[in-house]
């Protein structure tokens, strides 16, 4: 096959819900096409944007200083605040970019990004102003296609929440073995997103002195979803960790995803990982949840659980050896403009959103009678 053959769907997840992001960092805006949405499903904006709001940059300290309101302007797919069967497509302008400030980088490859692997792959053609089409910017309409579906699976009473888990070495408490959509909504209306707030402010507190130290520092994303029918997923190459892994490394600075006990499980006996059935009010349960709701790639009822390692950002404002592409030697640089310390607590946001999208398009697939 020639190259000029290949089309490419990199940027697309999913089935029967195909979610589609386009644009980049620095361009005219950014934006989302969703196909295969349920018609006739009520969208409610102002919660929508509540949503957005909680992965907007500019709104803390802690974060990027870029100021960009991400209002999303829905095109398309909206009829009378209700989904018509039409893809739906929405845009989020930029506003607020500085991008004199990556001028340098374009010939010196940021250690720790994508500026390397985009210049060979796209023979120096890539847009990288912001971090281009990598940027952590392009998670802003994932989070318009999650706040959808998160609306769309809640009124099916399937709810989809997260925390920080850890930050650094600081953790937070880990959530319940049963969470609830009230705990789910008590995280999403802090201003930071731990369970414990004084293990939030520790976390805040490391943040910030990786900020001063003109460092970045990482985190764990821990999502949970409360509600879904045993039964969904296919065994082996398209399980429920297959899909939800795929969509959820689409999300910048993903590095590691785990289910359940996850990796560690290989330190656990069977008699400690596995989880016992037993009857309860008529139904089948598990006693215990260290498989993180799913058995050989299939719901077992059980709430499902995730977590999502994010690295440090790796724009940094430290001095940091790199290469100049143009001369081919040895070099140095020092990375300006306005970056995040860390990234971790404004992607709690975008992992619910992914596994939401995911989560959504598995039930439309299976039709559990919930559409």
Request: glycine share 12%; with cysteine; charged share 20%.
């Amino acid at each position: 096959m020639s190259i000029w053959e290949v089309t490419s769907v990199s940027s697309e997840f999913g089935k029967l819900l195909r979610v589609s992001v386009f644009g980049q960092s620095h361009g005219t805006a950014i934006g989302v096409t969703i196909d295969g949405l349920p018609a006739g499903e009520e969208i409610d904006l102002t919660e929508l944007q509540a949503f957005l709001d909680r992965r907007r940059p500019g709104r803390s300290p802690l974060s990027t200083a870029r100021k960009e309101g991400d209002v999303p302007e829905i095109l398309s797919g909206l009829l009378d605040g209700k989904t018509c069967g039409a893809p739906l497509c929405a845009v989020i302008r930029n506003g607020d970019q500085h991008s004199g400030d990556y001028a340098e980088l374009a010939g010196k490859p940021r250690p720790g990004h994508a500026d390397y692997t985009a210049w060979v792959k796209w023979k120096g053609h890539a847009d990288m102003r912001g971090g281009g089409h990598f940027s952590g910017r392009l998670t802003a309409p994932l989070c318009i296609a999650g706040g959808i579906a998160k609306q769309i699976l809640a009124r099916r009473g399937v709810y989809v929440g997260a925390h920080l888990r850890s930050i650094g070495n600081i953790l937070d408490e880990p959530l319940p073995e049963r969470p609830t959509a009230d705990l789910f909504e008590t995280i999403a209306a802090k201003p930071f997103p731990a369970v414990n707030d004084k293990n939030g402010a520790m976390m805040r507190q490391a943040i910030e002195q990786a900020k001063q130290e003109l460092d970045s520092v990482g985190g764990v994303v821990e999502c949970a979803a409360i509600g879904l029918p045993a039964g969904l997923g296919d065994p082996m190459f398209d399980g429920v960790e297959n899909r939800l892994a795929a969509a959820l490394f689409g999300i910048p600075a993903v590095k590691g995803v785990e289910f359940g006990e996850g990796f560690n499980a290989a330190c656990l006996h069977g008699s400690q990982n596995n989880d016992a059935f037993a009857v309860e009010d008529g139904r089948i349960a598990a006693v215990t949840n260290h498989a993180g709701g799913i058995l050989g790639g299939i719901t077992t009822g059980m709430p499902l659980i995730l977590r999502a390692a994010f690295k440090p950002t790796p724009s940094i404002a430290r001095e940091q050896r790199t290469v100049s592409l143009s001369g081919m030697e040895n070099t140095t640089l020092q990375i300006h403009g306005r970056h995040d310390p860390c990234i971790a607590h404004r992607a709690v946001p975008v992992v619910e959103a992914v596994t939401a999208c995911v989560l959504l398009d598995l039930l439309l697939e299976g039709n559990h009678g919930t559409f």
